[in-house]
């Protein structure tokens, strides 16, 4: 069976305006107001929370470091927690496209960088959790992406075989996810980055999930 496996924050649903708006209520505890923009920064809300927190801390000034990340970082955390579903919205055309993958026997599942309860409370707020058969985060194996540990494990759990699978994604970290793996990768364009994910090398390009029948065709076979 044909196995597609799909990273969450950038590329089943827009994230970044609650990953920001969490990252900013630290900086707005600490009394340094909104360091990082909602538009301007998107990319970095998809690096994550520590990625985010570490580029207001240097545009704070070099009063704050590493240490400060990692004491604002669970703050951040419950932060998000509490509005993880505010401003987040799925891509268009994600649910009739799994849908359709579904209907004709491909096993579809999720492999994250995002806490493994964070993210099972997000596609369920979300309303697609029943559509997944396999959901492995950031801290469901002791490694995660770009190791290959979790998307293995997304795969075996969804039913099927890493040799039949391939990784949807819109990072370097899904890029070099799939490598590791061994695997075809097919990266989203329109993420904060464009077209210019190409430059990534990965086995095809998603611009609309209109087009995500063909990309798994492209590179499983029919």
Known sequence: MRTVIFDLDGTLADTSGD??????????GLGLGALLDPVADQAAAFKGGRAMLSLGFER???TYGPADVETQFPIFLQA??????????????VVDAIERLRSGGVLVGVCTNKPEGLAETLLARLG?????????GADTLPTRKPDPAPYVA???????EVARSILIGDTITDRDTAR???VPCALVTFGPDGRDVAE????????HYDHLDDVVVRLLGA
């Open 128 to 136: 697609v959790r029943g559509l997944f058969g396999s959901m492995i």
């Open 200 to 207: 990534l090398e990965p086995e095809a390009l998603l611009d």
């Open 80 to 93: 998000y927690a509490d509005a993880i579903d505010v401003q987040t919205t799925l891509y268009p055309g």
């Open 60 to 62: 704070a000034g070099p």
């Open 19 to 28: 990953l920001i708006a969490a990252a900013n209520s630290c900086f707005d």
């Open 154 to 160: 997304s795969v075996q759990q969804a039913g099927g």
């Open 180 to 182: 590791a793996a061994g």
